[in-house]
């Protein structure tokens, strides 16, 4: 007993060991990050990677604000497209997945199968399509291509039909349509309520995929005053010669500075939003 006891002391502490370095290992890009900021050009040339910060930030905040970086502008902007997309991808997600959970229908299963296939298309592939369409319908330099197609997110989809299939009771359901309730106050004031660890899961995945989306922005908006975040965040490459790296990487740690406040806010959610939407009928 004393021998398994030792070994499972051991052993816990190996684990301890080994998610203390994964977390240090997932930390030091952004300590490096934010270090850097605080750097000088020369300094960062020299050694690219230093835990001290610097005295230099000063210097870099007025060589950021020289050109057309606008971090107000910016922040706008990619709250109104992450916030719109984030929202519109959720709730109508989860409204799909609820009728497929709910209701029993004839194309249930072929419809939850035509999703399935929709995830293995890369969206690099609609990509060249997409953009002409936009263009023809003259939505160029308009948000709504940017947060109106992830309404369709069939990888959302699926996973809130698996966390609806661990988590939803039909009777519930059926309780409330024998008070009079309809369908979608049902929706709204039960099965939502119900999902808060898996939208509050799925909403920081996209939230932050759509704040760092840089290449749909790129060829969709061409004005200045619609630049999103990593639009002004690449504009400061600079030429050949001159590229002030301290100001790059303040700029970067402007930029994830919301996606740690979002990311915070709902952490607590995501072990229970995962482990119940990762099981299977």
């Not at 030091?28 to 230093?50: D, E, K, L």
């Not at 916030?83 to 997600?93: D, M, N, P, R």
């Not at 024998?178 to 004031?189: K, P």
């Not at 099965?191 to 840089?214: C, E, H, R």
Request: with cysteine; charged share 10%; hydrophobic share 55%.
């Amino acid at each position: 007993m004393e021998q398994r006891s030792a070994l499972s002391i051991l052993f816990k502490a190996f684990v301890y060991i080994v998610c203390i370095v994964l977390g240090v290992m997932s930390l030091f890009p952004f300590i490096v990050m934010f270090v850097n900021a605080t750097r000088s050009t020369p300094q960062i040339q020299q050694t690219s990677i230093s835990l001290i910060p610097s005295v230099h930030i000063d210097d870099n905040f007025r060589q950021l604000f020289r050109g057309i970086f606008n971090p107000w502008i910016g922040f706008q902007n990619s709250f109104i497209i992450a916030g719109g997309t984030t929202i519109g991808a959720i709730y109508f997600s989860s409204l799909t997945a609820f009728a497929l959970v709910a209701y029993n229908w004839r194309l249930r299963q072929p419809f939850f199968t035509f999703i399935l296939a929709v995830m293995m298309v890369p969206t690099q592939i609609v990509n060249v399509g997409f953009y002409q369409m936009i263009w023809r319908l003259g939505y160029i330099n308009n948000f709504l291509p940017l947060i109106l197609p992830a309404i369709a997110s069939p990888t959302i989809v699926f996973f809130m039909r698996q966390y609806l299939l661990a988590t939803f009771s039909k009777d519930i359901v059926n309780s409330a349509r024998i008070d009079g309730a309809g369908e979608y106050r049902i929706f709204n004031t039960i099965v939502l309520p119900m999902m808060k660890p898996a939208l509050a899961t799925q909403a920081i995945f996209v939230f932050v995929t759509s704040w760092n989306s840089l290449f749909l922005p790129m060829i969709l908006i061409t004005r200045s005053e619609l630049y999103t975040m990593p639009l002004m965040v690449s504009q400061l490459r600079g030429d050949f010669y001159r590229t002030e790296f301290g100001s790059i990487y303040l700029a970067l740690s402007l930029s994830v500075l919301p996606l740690f406040v979002i990311y915070f806010a709902l952490s607590r959610y995501i072990i229970s939003g995962i482990q119940l939407g990762g099981i299977k009928e």
